[in-house]
């Protein structure tokens, strides 16, 4: 072949790697294991722009040399095909989202397999094939039967939660459960307790419950929406997206998952895994742990404010008390305050707002409770009681000391409304909201913040507390295109059962109209059968499958468990997972959750899913937007590899940037990397047997160090020019060795897979053709990866600058390893040096090593 023919050469080692299952991971084997895992797509029914493939190319490069170092990789792909973008699909082309899923999976599986991705697609999953959601479905059965035991740290199963019960009552439980559940029972109360009573009990403890949230609602629509679905329009009131119809609170009955009860290992395990910083502090920001007390503040109407607070150091700056307008027990200070027309007018219509207004409140209101104060326990002082919308219901106990001298929120209050504002901290580092000294503080006077709040709390019998941003994640959608969830609920006792391992999977009803139902409730509610049965129905949240699809690739056939302990075992977890940061705060707590509460119960062998995590940066489209089919910018891969070829793509998107950094795509310089093939391509038909020259090798040895290392790193760019580099020296030299232009390839074959396939092979057959000891082709791919030699990858001469008294006079080169006496004498003999120290007496030679000499006179 003349000329570097893209088409004809993609297509013949494509069909090639298929038909010899070149990438296929081995089974559990005696060779090191190397997981090297993609974030699965949504297969949306657009398909792929050429943003999509960065990730799975940087990762394919990846796995490439892994398994050229000799590791066994498992380097698979798979499909989140639930949820919603494939349910609005079909909805939009009015076909079964099962065909929609169906075929935009076809298109995906096309567009992925013409650029060259060595995945093992005997192992591919999809979430939405009953075979798979068969085990979703078990997990949440095994979840729903826990409950989390604080004493040992872990989850246990429910039925040993009912024997402790049947044997002493829940006094003696340290269990995480319904934050409002307070009720305790003996052993002999729980016998007496009815099966419907005790079943209610259970679902506190669950870590799978039911229960009651606000969703997003809207009416028009008649559908609930997820947050990401619903807009602000010009006034800040909250949209749909779609249609920008109103949207609004509503109480539904809903699934819940207690993720809380992971909260603390979230966040402490969080520590040791290779992650970046950015995305372990967003998921330390979304747990939000925060450590304070609960002190209480009696009344003048007898009934007692308890407060959460993290400052009690700053007790003595109490200006006011403040309760939600959505307080437990806000009507009996309401009917106790002098302006109770007034206030209850402020209430409803605070309670108005928080249900109908989407976001944060902009401006903060409140109204003051006439006639009723509170005592400030460390000083007896006096202060009135406000109602006010910038404290939260569900936070703490949803009251607050304000102490606007040192808290944002309540100073721009105190400010609106001309409260007192008292200083009670100095020397703070940076700014007032600060840790500090304390003074008018009574005897606290003096002490630093934080041994204070130690000393006040214990002065006023305040409690030490520690409180968690993040929520119970809801587990269900009134949709019908999700996982059916496996329980029954008995028509008359409402009571549930679960059902067993050999009625999974739960198979999701065939339908005949699959939108929504205009009442809020699923699909599956309309379906005869399905509501006769007494099955749920609610389906599971799009986070589901995609929660453990990890585990599934391990020993993705497996008909009586998830995996295989032994493959469990072998492959431990993934090494290497790359995907967008998008997914901080859902998929990858979500996924940590579920892989934790499997490792409690002994299913899996690690506690973390995902050592190391790579996220890669946008492809930004040429006009600077993302790309987008609603901005007409998209990019088809396609195009790409049909004009250029999939290795010029590849070698492109590796090249463009940094590959964690935002890059814009641009048509114009993907002919860069054309040429640089096509450069390849033009020196493999003019290789030598004879070696090439020392500096070429030199070069070689070095590339090949540089390309180990930075594919490590992940610092494809700079591989990526360090061989461009390369290519021209050789292309400079007269002689091109094919020994070291073969090393060349292999380093190359994990960026352009193709065109380093065809030249090792042209280059076997030459080979072959001359010589009689014929030699059977191997595919590059499974070639050893190249290993560069140490001494030629140090230089061997070295620049060394010589000074007198400090003064530089000359440079000299020196032989690397050239021995201390050998430099210092060297120096002293140059003829730039001699008139400097000619009669003079040398007290003293400095040498530091590799770098300079300095001769004191
Ligand atoms: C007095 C104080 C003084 C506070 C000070 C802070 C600084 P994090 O760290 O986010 O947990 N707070 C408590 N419950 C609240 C609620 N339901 N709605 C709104 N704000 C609430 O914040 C804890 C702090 O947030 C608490 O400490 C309380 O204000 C406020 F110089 O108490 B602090």
């Not at 893209?6 to 559990?28: P, V």
């Not at 539904?252 to 395990?269: E, G, K, S």
């Not at 000083?379 to 009251?399: F, H, I, K, S």
């Not at 061989?723 to 380093?747: A, H, P, R, T, Y």
Request: proline share 4%; glycine share 6%.
């Amino acid at each position: 072949m003349k000329n570097y023919d893209h088409i004809k050469i993609e297509k013949k080692w494509q069909k090639y790697w298929d038909a010899n299952k070149t990438y296929n991971t081995e089974a559990i084997s005696k060779k090191k294991k190397y997981y090297v895992l993609d974030m699965f797509p949504y297969p949306s029914g657009a398909g792929l722009h050429v943003g999509h493939p960065r990730g799975y190319i940087g990762s394919d490069v990846y796995a490439r040399m892994k398994r050229m170092q000799g590791y066994n990789v498992l380097h698979p792909m798979g499909y989140d095909a639930f949820g919603l973008p494939a349910e609005q699909y079909a909805i939009e082309h009015k076909i079964h989202p099962r065909k929609a899923v169906d075929i935009n999976v076809k298109t995906f599986e096309r567009q992925l397999s013409v650029i060259g991705l060595s995945y093992d697609w005997s192992r591919k999953v999809n979430t939405t094939d009953p075979a798979y959601y068969k085990w979703t479905q078990w997990i949440f059965l095994k979840i729903y039967n826990s409950w989390y035991d604080r004493k040992s740290d872990k989850a246990r199963p429910i039925t040993e939660l009912i024997k402790l019960f049947g044997k002493s009552g829940n006094k003696n439980i340290d269990a995480v459960c319904d934050l409002n559940y307070t009720q305790t029972f003996s052993y002999k109360e729980w016998n007496t307790f009815t099966e419907v009573e005790k079943q209610g009990i259970l679902m506190k403890y669950r870590l799978a419950y039911e229960g009651y949230a606000l969703v997003n609602w809207c009416p028009k629509l008649g559908t609930v929406l997820a947050n990401d679905e619903i807009v602000e329009d010009k006034d800040g009131k909250a949209i749909s997206e779609r249609g920008g119809y109103p949207v609004e609170k509503l109480s539904m009955r809903q699934w819940f998952m207690r993720i809380t009860a992971y909260a603390d290992r979230l966040l402490t395990d969080s520590e040791g895994l290779n992650w970046s910083t950015h995305i372990k502090e967003i998921q330390k920001n979304w747990i939000g742990k925060s450590e304070g007390s609960e002190i209480e503040f009696k009344t003048s109407i007898n009934r007692n404010i308890k407060v959460f607070t993290t400052r009690v150091d700053t007790l003595f700056g109490v200006t006011y008390v403040v309760i939600s307008p959505e307080y437990e027990n806000i009507s009996e200070f309401l009917v106790r305050s002098k302006n109770m027309a007034d206030v209850s007018v402020y209430i409803r219509e605070a309670k108005e707002r928080s249900k109908k207004d989407n976001l944060d409140q902009k401006e903060k209101t409140g109204i003051e409770l006439k006639g009723i104060t509170a005592t400030n326990p460390a000083n007896g002082e006096e202060v009135p009681v406000w109602v006010a919308d910038y404290v939260l219901a569900g936070y703490g106990t949803g009251a607050v000391m304000a102490v606007p001298a040192h808290d944002e929120r309540d100073y721009e209050f105190a400010k609106k409304y001309n409260l007192p504002i008292k200083e009670v901290i100095i020397e703070q580092v940076n700014s007032r909201h600060d840790d500090g000294i304390l003074h008018d503080s009574g005897k606290f006077d003096g002490l630093d913040s934080k041994e204070a709040r130690t000393k006040i709390t214990k002065e006023v019998d305040g409690k030490f507390i520690t409180k968690y941003k993040m929520r119970d994640a809801i587990f269900a959608r009134q949709r019908y295109w999700g996982e059916p969830i496996p329980l029954k609920r008995d028509k008359k006792t409402g009571i549930i059962t679960t059902l067993k391992d050999k009625e999974l999977p739960l198979k999701l009803p065939n339908v005949t109209s699959y939108e929504p139902t205009g009442t809020g409730e699923s699909p599956l509610a309309g379906v005869n059968a399905w509501v006769k049965a007494g099955y749920e129905t609610n389906t599971m949240p799009g986070w589901a499958g995609s929660s453990w699809y990890f585990l599934r690739y391990m020993d993705p056939k497996n008909e009586k468990e998830f995996a295989s302990k032994k493959a469990l075992k072998y492959w431990d977890n993934v090494d290497m997972y790359v995907g967008g940061q998008e997914h901080a705060t859902g998929h990858l707590l979500y996924s940590r959750f579920w892989h934790k509460f499997l490792y409690d119960m002994g299913f899996v062998p690690t506690k973390e899913p995902f050592k190391t995590l790579k996220n890669q940066g946008l492809i930004i489209a040429s006009d600077g937007r993302k790309m987008s089919k609603r901005w007409g910018n998209v990019i088809n891969p396609d195009d790409t590899v049909k004009t250029y070829g999939a290795d010029t793509l590849r070698v492109y998107e590796m090249f463009m940037g940094p590959f964690d950094q935002a890059v814009s795509w641009n048509t114009d310089s993907i002919i860069g990397s054309r040429r640089f093939l096509d450069k390849i391509w033009r020196l493999s038909l003019r290789l030598n047997k004879k070696s090439s020259s020392k500096d070429i090798e030199n070069i070689l040895h070095k590339t090949i160090k540089k390309i180990t290392l930075d594919i490590e790193s992940m610092n494809f760019n700079t591989a990526i020019s360090s061989m461009m580099i390369l290519v021209n020296e050789m292309e400079k030299d007269k002689i091109v060795s094919e020994k070291d232009f073969k090393m060349f390839l292999q380093i190359l074959a994990p960026f352009a897979p193709h065109i380093t396939e065809e030249i090792w092979e042209q280059l076997i057959r030459i080979d072959n053709y001359e010589s009689k000891n014929k030699k059977q082709f191997t595919s590059i791919h499974l070639s050893i990866w190249p290993k560069w030699n140490e001494k030629k990858v140090i230089d061997d001469m070295v620049k060394i600058v010589v000074q007198v008294n400090g003064k530089v006079r000359t440079e000299i080169m020196i032989s690397n390893d050239a021995n201390e006496e050998d430099v210092k004498d060297l120096s002293m003999k140059d003829k730039d040096i001699i008139p400097w120290i000619k009669d003079k007496e040398i007290k003293r030679v400095i040498y530091v090593k590799g770098r300079i000499v300095n001769i004191v006179i």
